[in-house]
Structures are given as structure tokens and as C-alpha cells.
């Protein structure tokens, strides 16, 4: 397992870059540290892919380098970088066995045959292969090639990093489900150094103990779930993160009030200090699951209309409309929803503002020294 | 307006895709097929839009035989999991292509593009090429291509699959309030079941080309009629404890009892399954009644606002979803809570004998 540094990196797909060449990446600086799981999530188009491929060595960098513990592998490609890699489609021998797929990493590599069917059953048994291991690959359904596609990524223990792109888009829900745990389970107890591309929130966040998000081709914020989830720097984070995502509205400070098109939400003491030093457009961030909906008949919080409740089961998504914007809260099954006049209550220890879009937030906070 | 689909099979090359499927959907209905890879839904999908030919049965629209009526003389418009558009057309080429088929006049081809193109945000767009379009533009073409003749029938085979989590989320949210302007019957199938909850309206459970339960769909998420739907219709997966009640007492797996009461007293003795939701799972003991399970953590993963803990009771996996943030240790022994009132019971023959009855506000 290696500790993986990407030393301002920068890369464009033009040829002969210059400064006015579009950029996949524009400047990224980051370390993964050794039996780390991490997780790059972004929407299409971020960059996450062309950072893995970064890693992996299927590209070099325009700018920058690439580091594995300290030698620079920015100029070797895969085969020699010591990796495994998992797609997002089945990569299999269609004509050989289960086993055969599974333990050619090893075979490749001279392992002798008595480690490699330990480590071939090993693999096998976490993934629910063991029944199959004596069938071909090509007669497979889909999700069970790509379980062995999986095996065949994380068989060979020795490798620096375990790259992982989108590998579950193609794998039903329940199927989903089991396999991301499989992954995880397989993290805990083999201790590989993990790195997992996605568009997917609930994947990143489930599997990742640090989580880079991205967007036009920077890293805007790496954290664990917990921080992204309840501190996100950057409104993008706020908005990506969470199903739904955050709530944000326009406001203007007036002590520790912050006025919202003519409504008051009360603010905390440190967020409106904090507040009034900013500089920028500021908004008013708030996720849907700290919002609390109460009868029309109470006093508490501020007053709004609902416009619209979806039942999802386990939880209820109502849609109300507060200074002409649609806000959304979300609540637990079983929990009551006032008919038509309600209120609603902001909780000021999760209101977060934002500055242009950055979050505000203390200089001791932001230069490391407070929170972390 | 209603399509009904009479005793349709449809085999190929002996093996069956679809099975004695019955259904009827009104004007202006939402109508979701939820069911795994492979259960039918595009078989289904392509019946209903007069692409392909059933092996037995007849579909019928407005009471008329439309079973032998090819695609091209039917009123149905299709969304597809690819993002399907004439790529040398623009956009407004795209979206116009079914009116100009149709031989509409220029000006009401435009006045029908533009108001198209506006419902789906991409009324900017109209001079580009597909090349030239990100994912989700390209399947906001598509869709308004769909949408711009205003068919009796509208039908969309996993639309949404092929785009990011966030742009599905959203487009959702906008494919319903368009769904709500028009007097079409929507189909559109899915396998995940928390979109099926979010698009909302009727759902017709579908496994292995057969039927398994239809109705609103909220009703079914909560009455799921055999132990098959509530396992296709849960994410994450529904926990399942079998067992056994006998003199007012249920008995769940090796050592978790509890006294039957209520409405659960009907239940004749015997051998039961017992479903149970991951979030009516609980690490506190809420309420006097809850039982106790003793189990031991193999995996606990954190999603932002909500933990994961995968447990297991003898060698039986069960998940409990736990909202805040609860790490915990692999092999730690803990106790989960349930309330009787919230399991789903099953007989024998894996029907549903009783069901969480949901306080009403």
C-alpha cells in the first residue's frame, strides 16, 4: 500500500497547453494517505475520472506530479505503478472459470499456486463466489461478472492502491446495496488503500472515510462525511450533499437577524459576528432534515405556507414557500404535517452562512487550529 | 381515456417475458413499473407502444382493439434509457421532427417546440447539436421530443438511469410537474424503489413477467401483498426473521419472544416470516413494548446525516438504519430495539397476514 500525493497537478486534454486551453483539472494538491478509503465525488464533467486516470497512470499530467510514497511515478503507466483497477464494466475472461479469472492477477505476477488459491477462496468467500468459482465467466448474469470484475481488482494484496471507477452504475439496488458493504467489509478487514470515483452520494458517503468533492475540475472540499454533511464550505457542497440537498436563501444582516425578503430568522451569536465581517453576497443556508414544521397555532419560528408533501416511506418531504422560494424539510415517517398554515423553525445551531458562495466561518476554524 | 392490457403473455423462443398481465390505466394517470433487470418492464413498455406483438392477449385503448395497430398509426410517445436524438439535428430539429412528421404547420410547430423546450429549461439550446449537450440536456431533448405531440400515451424505460444521482433528483422533481400539464397516461419504469415512492401516483410491481400487486403507491410500500413485493419494493433491503406463534406468543428466531395483542390475536398458531424496515430498527428502547435483539456489528457505514449498522443475530444478517451519526466497532455485541406494531408478517405461503398500522395525524 502506498501513500499517493498529487503534487499540483493541472491537466488539459488540448495537446500543447496554454493559459487559454480549457482545463479538465485546474490545480489539484492532495495526499491519500496508506490503507485510506477515499472517495471523489462530483457530477459528470468534474474531473473525477481524469484525476483517476491520474493516478492510475492511463494519463499524464499536463502540470504537476504524481507520488507513491516518495518516488515519482508521474512518467510510468499502470503496469508498473503496482495498482488494480475496477470499471464500471465487467473486465473478464469470458472463456475461463470463475477461479481462473480470479486468481490470473497472481498467476501473472508468479504467485506460487498454493497462495493463490487461499487468497483465490478468500476473495471468493467474501464475495459470495465460492458456488461458482468452477464456471465460466461468459455464462454469468451481469451483476455476478461484475462481482468477479471486483474480485479480480482486489485479489492481489500487495498493490499500492485499489482504483475503483463507478464500478456499481450498472448493478441493480438490492445487488447495490450488498456489494458497497462488501467493498467496505473488505477495506476493514484487508486494510488496502482504497480510492472510488462516483456520482453517487450515497456511495461515496457510505464507503469513504474522506470524501473529495468536486466541480469543474477542482477538489472544493475534502472531508469526512459528518463534515461535509454538517459544515460544507462551499453552497456547491451544501447543494450536492444531501437528499435534498440544502436549503439556501438570500439575506442581509441586521445583528443577529438575518432578514429574508421582509421574514427574521434569528441567528447565533458567533454566526452573526462572523456574519457582519464577511464581505460578498451573503446567503442563508439551512438541510432539510434541521427544519422543523409546526402548527400555525404556536408562536415559534416564522410563518409559511405548504405547498406540497411527498410521501417516501421512511420519510415525508413537504414543500413550503417562504419570500417566494420553495423550501424543503424533511421529516420522519410517522412525525405530524400542520394542514396549510404552518411554521416553520430554524434551529440556529445548524444555519450556516455563506459569503459568495464560501462558507463563513472563524480564522482560527479555517487555518486548522480550531474544530478539526 | 384508458389502455388496458388483456391476458397478455409474450414468450420468445420458449422462454416467457411476460406472464397473464391485467391492467387497466386511466387519463392523465402516473403509473410506475417497478421491477429488477430482466423482470419485463421494456417487454411490457414495448407491448403497450405497439412495438412489439404480444403472444396471447390484447391491449386495448378506449375499449378498442389496438393489439395487430403498428406504433406509427398509435397516439404513444417513448423515452428511452440512452438518450436517443438525431444527432445531426439541433435541437430544435429534434423536437420538432414528430410535428413535421405529423405534417403540422411551421407556425404551430414553433409555437409547440418553444413551449416544449421552456417546460424542461432548454429553451437556450434550440441551436445546438447533441454532441455539443451535457447528459442531462441531451435526455431533456429527448424527453421534449416526446412530449411535444402530446400523445394519449407516454412511456419512459428507465429515463433517469443514465444520469448523475443530482441530476436525477432534480429532474424528477421537474418530470413530475410536467406529468401534471398533460392528460397522458404515464408509464415509466424503474428498479429503484425510492424513486418509484418519489414519482409517486399508482405502481405495478412487476417479477419475472408476471404481476405481483398494482394500487396507489404509498399503499403498497405499506401493505406490500406477498414477502416477493416487499423485497422488490425496499431499499435498503427489508430484514426478514422467520418464525413461529403459538399461544399468543410470537417466537423470532432462536430466543426473541414476544405476547401477541390486538389485531395480531386473529393470527391462527403456526409458522410465520417477520419483515422488518431498516429504520424501524432502533438503538433505544422507545417504547415499553419494543423487543430486544441481541446481535453483533459486522459493518457500520455513515452517510451524512444517517449510520448504517449492518448486525448480525446468529448468523443472520439484518440492517438497522439510524439517523445522526453512530460509529461503532466490528464485533461489538449491541441490543436493537423493534415494535412489534411494525413488523410485517407473512404466512406460510409468504403472504401478508399483518401489516404496521400507520397513526393517522
Redesign the interface.
Known sequence: MARIVLDKIAHSYDSNPDETSEYALKWIHSIFENEGAYALLG???CGKTTLLNLISGLLTPSKGRVLYDAADVTDLPPEKRNIAQVFQFPVLYDTMSVYDNLAFPLRNRGVPAGKVSTRVHEIAEILDLSLVLKKKAAGLT?DAKQKVSLGRGLVRNDVAAILFDEPLTVI???LK??L??KI??IH?ELKLTLIYVT????EA???AEKVAVMHEGEIVQTG???E??ENPEHTFVG???????MNFLPCTLDGTVAHVDGTDIMLDHKISELGRKARGKLELGI?P?YLQLCSGSTNDGVPVQIQAV?????YNIVTVMLAGKPIRVRQ???L??PSDKARLVFPPQWIRLYADGRLVKSKEVENGKVGK | MSLSLVNIDKTVAREIHLKNINFSFESGSRNVLLGRTLSGKTSLLRIMAGIDRPTKGRVLLDGKDVTRLSVRKRSVAMVYQQFINYPSFTVYKNIASPLKIAGYKKSEIDRCVRETAEMLHIEDLLDRLPADLSGGQQQRTAIARALVKDTDLLLLDEPLVNLDYKLREELRVELQQVFKKRKAIVVYTTTEPSEALMMGGNITVIDEGRVLQTGPTPDVYRSPKTFKVAEIFSDPPINCINGKIRDNTACLGHNIEFPIKDRLTALPDGNYKFGIRSHHFSLLQKDKNDTEIRTRVKLSEISGSETFIHVTYDDLPLVVREAGITPLRIGDLISIYVNPDNLFIYDEQENLVAAPQMVSN
Open positions: 457530477p459528470s464533467g451481469a441493480d439496488p438490492q446495496w450488498y458497497r458493504q467496505k467489509l476493514e456520482h453517487d452520494q450515497v458517503l457510505t464507503f469526512t462525511p459528518k461535509l454533511f447543494y450536492f450533499i444531501g437528499s435534498p440537498g438541510r432534515m411527498e410521501d417516501l416511506g421512511s420522519e415517517e410517522g405530524p404535517i
